[in-house]
């Protein structure tokens, strides 16, 4: 179901106008000789509410109670309203209705809203001007009786440029399913946090009419229908969808509303329908709901958001018209149509569509809508929605085209990615996993299902937009992994880089893709070069499609579990970091000092988060656009659990508990070699926003992967039984495995010796390497009160 808007046919009753009223200002209503007597004539068309092709009847009845018609002046100014009731709007046959009214004199523009009493404070500010714009509704919406509005120019009227579209003040979003899921079943669904209220006039037809509005607004129940919601701004809404996977119980998974191909959030506007389409299913979702409002959306469940009238985004203008079309769309590999919509002001409203792709072979126009006059449409433009037709795509990478709108003299281009053959969720191909610990058999035997169910921190928009979650990974340092991938008959499998192994005969019925292990040292499985190749598979289906795989190989990075008591009794906090993790590897660049006062140029290889993290963004909680990147900090680990002076001089039971292979807490000297080297350090930056932060970051050697951050995190303090006290949330923090050295404070044989620890505190423009007992205590004590604080690993 698309959202169709409400169009109104507004035929006047004219008079021949002389020259001496030629000046719009000059043109009044009532009973004057420009206008009948008794009024303006209004002809109401009420398409229906699905999506149609243009000038196709209505199958869902809409009705419209009643109508309110508000005139203003060449300045805005109000000059009065007529109200219309069910008794004066009278059916013709169909969907058109007859109304009549009277124009106030001096009026330039007739504003028109349906369904909602109007009171004077909602049609004028204190100053006597337009207040649509700022009067809004809240409370239960109705999608059979939708509070709409249109305007109009006199100017226009006169033109006989009678169309007027009615918007309505909501959107609204569904949820369906691909036929093939056949082992999915729907129940229902639930928005969150959408707006509690919109107003009743919009002056962008793309924008976010109020976008400070309070977002806290959930539906009551689980629908399975379509359900209103008022317009909403990015990064606030998400949906539940409850279903029974393979049969089992009701369990609930997160979508979020993001644009296609993209982790960016999309802003949810009025008179829009956001269709959410399941597109494979690999688990079963989270038991309860809270689990799944109080976790991120996940790729346990993969979908497509379609928006019925994508945004325009890119105008042009000449002398007498102007030309708009919407942003890049990018749809599935499986996808038959691509939507995208355009505006023209030209007066005849003419336009041509042509494509640049062999697989786009078509169109249709789905809607036709005449715009308001606005600010930023000050002349009547038609809107125009249009549905390419596709052929799937059955390569795994994604191909581009371009599709060209010409309306006279001006034309724009908007650009259509078709993503590419889902391999990854293909029965035919499940990868399989082996040699990396800690997997149950059953999750060796799905690689894909595994990354995407239980492998945090490998989405896109968990690595700032980089892909990650579609190939093959080789850890750096010591790799234990090799791939089982299917054989079909019919395979040709290329594979030209010489730093990947694949073995045909090894394995029955499999390819087994090893990291080659040559004895040139570059090669070799323990090193730390970053690299990106690709294997490829093509293969002749019986229907004779062609179906080509390109499984991109990573070796940038590594999983790693945090299991045992480093997921346990080394962390304080609220909730600690468990489970596996997948972190990338930079190399940073030192100027490190060494004791015969020498400075040398090191290279560390550094994680790209901390550890238990799951993004490498920036985590400040002073900002909007960062604050949910709260996942950047990772776990509050303490350093030590020595319990004596003795202990505290050797014990680094924690430091290594805490190690990933060759990976291991940083000490003082990689971070002050760092800072020293102007590579840690503090910039001054501005969100998309506009906010203003501090942010600390690491400048790397990686042309890929420029920097990485260190998130504001604070510290917790408290003992392991009881709840600890969070401190300092403005602070960066991280805890060294460097104890202070008895030239920097206390002598090898003081009692205090072992229990004082380096750490890193950024705060403001102050960077500082300090120092903290890891416990409360005295003497050589251990009091049991410990302060933890987030680590990062680097291997030299």
């Given at each position: ?160 440029k009678t169309d007027v579209s009615l918007f309505r003040q909501f959107a609204k979003a569904s949820v369906t399913k691909n036929e093939s899921l056949t082992n999915f079943e729907i129940t229902g669904f639930r928005l969150f946090n959408t707006a509690s209220s919109g107003t009743i006039a919009s002056e962008s037809i793309n924008k976010v009419a109020l976008p400070s509005v309070d977002c806290s607004a959930k539906t009551v129940e689980y629908v399975t229908g379509e359900q209103p919601f008022y317009e909403t701004p990015a990064d606030k809404a998400y949906m539940i969808i409850r279903a029974k996977y393979d049969g089992g119980p009701d369990t609930y998974y997160k979508v979020e509303f993001l644009i296609n191909g993209t982790s960016t959030q999309m802003d949810l506007l009025r008179n829009h329908h956001y269709q959410v389409k399941v597109t494979a299913v690999n688990h079963e979702g989270w038991a309860t709901e809270d689990e799944a409002i109080n976790n991120k959306s996940e790729n346990r469940l993969s979908v497509e958001v379609v928006d019925d009238n994508p945004p325009i985004v890119n105008m042009i203008a000449c002398k007498d018209y102007e030309l708009g079309v919407c942003g890049k769309q990018t749809v599935l590999g499986n996808a038959r149509t691509a939507t995208i919509s355009f505006v023209t002001t030209k007066p005849d409203f003419t336009y041509n569509v042509k494509w640049n792709a062999d697989w ?437």
């Amino acid at each position: 179901m698309y959202i169709k808007k409400l169009t109104i046919c507004l035929f006047m009753l004219l008079a021949m106008v002389s020259t001496a009223c030629s000046d719009i200002r000059d043109i009044v209503g009532g009973g004057t000789q420009d206008l009948p007597t008794d009024g303006v004539v209004l002809t109401l068309k009420l398409p229906n509410f699905t999506k149609n092709t243009v000038a196709t009847r209505a199958n869902e009845q809409q009705q419209i109670k009643s109508l309110c018609v508000l005139c203003y002046d060449a300045d805005n100014k109000y000059l009065g309203m007529s109200n219309i009731t069910g008794a004066d709007i009278k059916p013709k046959g169909g969907d058109s209705y007859d109304v009549k009214v009277k124009a106030e004199p001096g009026t330039v523009t007739l504003h028109i809203v349906a369904n909602t009493n109007i009171t004077e404070s909602d049609a004028k500010d204190a100053e006597g001007k337009n207040n649509l714009y700022n009067a809004t509704r809240d409370g239960n919406l109705n999608l059979s009786t939708p509070v709409c509005w249109g305007s109009v120019t006199v100017k226009d009227l006169l033109s006989r440029k009678t169309d007027v579209s009615l918007f309505r003040q909501f959107a609204k979003a569904s949820v369906t399913k691909n036929e093939s899921l056949t082992n999915f079943e729907i129940t229902g669904f639930r928005l969150f946090n959408t707006a509690s209220s919109g107003t009743i006039a919009s002056e962008s037809i793309n924008k976010v009419a109020l976008p400070s509005v309070d977002c806290s607004a959930k539906t009551v129940e689980y629908v399975t229908g379509e359900q209103p919601f008022y317009e909403t701004p990015a990064d606030k809404a998400y949906m539940i969808i409850r279903a029974k996977y393979d049969g089992g119980p009701d369990t609930y998974y997160k979508v979020e509303f993001l644009i296609n191909g993209t982790s960016t959030q999309m802003d949810l506007l009025r008179n829009h329908h956001y269709q959410v389409k399941v597109t494979a299913v690999n688990h079963e979702g989270w038991a309860t709901e809270d689990e799944a409002i109080n976790n991120k959306s996940e790729n346990r469940l993969s979908v497509e958001v379609v928006d019925d009238n994508p945004p325009i985004v890119n105008m042009i203008a000449c002398k007498d018209y102007e030309l708009g079309v919407c942003g890049k769309q990018t749809v599935l590999g499986n996808a038959r149509t691509a939507t995208i919509s355009f505006v023209t002001t030209k007066p005849d409203f003419t336009y041509n569509v042509k494509w640049n792709a062999d697989w786009i072979t078509g169109y249709n126009v789905t809607k036709r809508v005449v715009l308001p006059t606005s600010a930023e449409h000050p002349s009547t433009g038609t809107l125009y929605t249009i549905d390419l037709t596709l052929t799937a795509n059955c390569q795994s990478t994604a191909q581009s085209g371009t599709v060209t709108i010409t309306s006279g003299d001006l034309s724009r281009d908007v650009e259509i990615i078709q993503k590419g053959y889902d391999f990854r969720t293909d029965k035919n191909r499940t990868v399989q996993i082996r040699g990396l610990a800690g997997l149950t058999q059953e999750e060796q035997k799905d690689y894909f299902k595994w990354m995407d169910t239980s492998l945090q921190g490998i989405s896109q928009a968990e690595n700032q937009g980089r892909v990650r979650n579609d190939g093959l990974h080789f850890f750096v340092g010591n790799n234990p992994v090799y791939y089982l991938i299917p054989k079909l008959q019919g395979d040709e499998l290329t594979c030209n880089d010489t730093r990947v192994n694949v073995d045909k005969e090894s394995v029955n019925g499999f390819y087994k893709v090893m990291l080659a292990n040559n004895s040139d040292e570059s090669y070799n499985d323990n090193n730390y070069n970053r690299w990106i190749s690709n294997l490829t598979i093509t293969t002749i289906t019986n229907a004779g499609t062609k179906i080509t795989v390109t499984y991109p190989v990573y070796h940038v990075g590594l999983f790693a579990q945090l299991t045992g008591d480093a997921a346990g009794i080394y962390q304080l906090g609220n909730s600690k970091a468990s489970g596996w993790y997948y972190y990338e590897m930079v190399d940073v660049k030192a100027k490190v000092t060494k004791k015969n006062g020498t400075i040398e140029d090191k290279t560390y290889h550094m994680l790209d988060r901390n550890l238990g993290a799951t993004t490498n963004g920036y985590y400040s909680p002073a900002t909007t656009a960062l604050e949910g990147n709260v996942g950047a900090i990772g776990g509050y680990f303490i350093i030590s659990k020595a319990q004596s002076s003795d202990e505290a001089k050797k014990d680094d039971d924690v430091v290594k508990a805490l190690a990933i292979g060759n990976f291991k807490v940083c000490d003082n000297m990689c971070l002050q070699g760092l800072i020293d080297n102007n590579v840690l350090k503090i910039e001054g930056k501005n969100t998309d926003y506009g906010e203003v932060y501090n942010c600390i970051c690491i400048k790397t050697a990686d042309s890929e992967i420029p920097e990485i951050y260190i998130p504001m995190s604070g510290y917790y303090e408290g003992k392991s039984n009881e709840d600890p006290v969070y401190k300092d949330s403005y602070h960066a923090n991280l805890w060294t495995s460097s104890r202070l050295s008895d030239y920097q404070g206390f002598s090898s044989t003081s009692p205090e010796y072992g229990f004082w620890y380096l750490y890193l505190d950024a705060f403001g423009k102050s960077l500082n390497l300090s120092n903290y007992r890891f416990v409360s205590g005295s003497s050589g004590m251990n009091k049991g009160r410990y302060r933890a604080m987030p680590v990062r690993l680097v291997a030299e």
